[in-house]
C-alpha cells in the first residue's frame, strides 16, 4: 500500500523550544492532515490542508501542504508540557476518503 | 455534544472467540470507518462503509467482519480467524466519504487484549 515517511520518530525537548516534524511520500496526496494523539485516547485533528502551498496555523501549530504534493511539514512554537502525545500526518488521494496515515512522532516534553 | 462513542474502553477475550466492538456516532455522517493501531506503526484501516448497507474492505480486514444496518452504528467483529487481534481500534467518521474535504474524525478507541 502507499507510505508515509513521518519523521523524527520522537523528540525529547526542553519546554519553550520549538519544534519540526515532517512527511514524506512518492505519491501525490489532494489532502493532508495532522493528528494528535493522547495516550489511550484517538486522534484529534489539528490542522487539514487541502492546497499544494497552503501554509495554515492553529494557535502555535502551524502547517505547509508541500508545493510538490508529496510533503508536509507541522511546526510547534514555544512548546509546552501539554503538547506531550503522538502527532500523525496523513495524505488522502485524490478520490474517496481512505487516508494514509504515516507512523507517528512521539513528542515529549522536559519542563 | 456530537461525537464518535466506543464501548467498551478495554476488552479481554479468550482466543478463538469472536468479539464485537461497538461505534456510534450522532454526527449525521455518511462514512464510518475501522482502524487498527499498533505500538510503532500508523493508523491502518480495517474496513469502511459509505454510507448504510454498505461496505468495503480496507487493506487489512482479514478475520474481521463489519455491518452497517443503520446510519449511527457500525460494529467491528474480530473473529477468530484473525491471528494477532490483540490490538488498539479506533472507529472514525467522516461526513462524506466522496468530498475530499471532510475530515475524519475519531472515537477514543477500545483496547483488545486477547490471551
Known amino acids: 500500500g502507499q507510505q508515509l515517511n513521518q519523521s523524527p520518530q520522537s523528540m525529547f525537548i526542553q519546554e519553550g523550544e520549538d519544534v519540526s516534524m515532517n512527511c514524506t511520500s512518492s505519491?501525490?496526496?489532494?489532502?493532508w492532515l495532522w493528528y494528535k494523539q493522547d495516550p489511550g485516547e484517538g486522534p484529534v485533528l489539528l490542522i487539514a490542508?487541502?492546497?499544494?502551498?497552503e501554509l495554515t496555523s492553529n494557535g502555535r501549530l502551524t502547517a505547509q501542504f508541500g508545493i510538490t504534493r508529496k510533503d508536509s511539514f507541522l511546526n510547534i512554537s514555544a512548546s509546552i508540557p501539554s503538547d506531550v502525545g503522538i502527532y500523525f500526518c496523513?495524505?488522502?488521494?485524490?478520490?474517496?476518503?481512505?487516508?494514509?496515515f504515516g507512523a507517528g512522532t512521539i513528542l515529549r516534553v522536559k519542563s | 455534544d456530537g461525537g464518535i462513542t466506543q464501548s467498551p474502553k478495554y476488552l479481554f477475550r479468550k482466543e478463538g472467540q469472536n468479539v464485537t466492538l461497538s461505534c456510534e456516532q450522532n454526527?449525521?455522517?455518511?462514512?464510518m470507518y475501522w482502524y487498527r493501531q499498533d505500538p510503532g506503526q500508523g493508523l491502518r484501516l480495517i474496513y469502511y462503509?459509505?454510507?448504510?448497507?454498505?461496505?468495503q474492505k480496507g487493506d487489512i480486514a482479514e478475520g474481521y467482519s463489519v455491518s452497517r444496518e443503520k446510519k449511527e452504528s457500525f460494529p467491528l467483529t474480530v473473529t477468530s480467524a484473525q491471528k494477532n487481534p490483540t490490538a488498539f481500534y479506533l472507529c472514525?467518521?467522516?461526513?462524506?466519504?466522496?468530498?475530499?474535504?471532510?475530515?475524519?474524525?475519531f472515537g477514543n478507541g477500545t483496547r483488545l487484549t486477547v490471551t
Open positions: 472514525a467518521s467522516s461526513s462524506n466519504y466522496r468530498v475530499y474535504n471532510s475530515p475524519l474524525h
Open positions: 505519491s501525490i496526496f489532494n489532502t
Open positions: 490542508l487541502y492546497k499544494a502551498g
Open positions: 496523513a495524505g488522502q488521494m485524490e478520490y474517496g476518503n481512505k487516508l494514509v
Open positions: 454526527l449525521n455522517h455518511d462514512a
Open positions: 462503509s459509505q454510507i448504510v448497507n454498505d461496505f
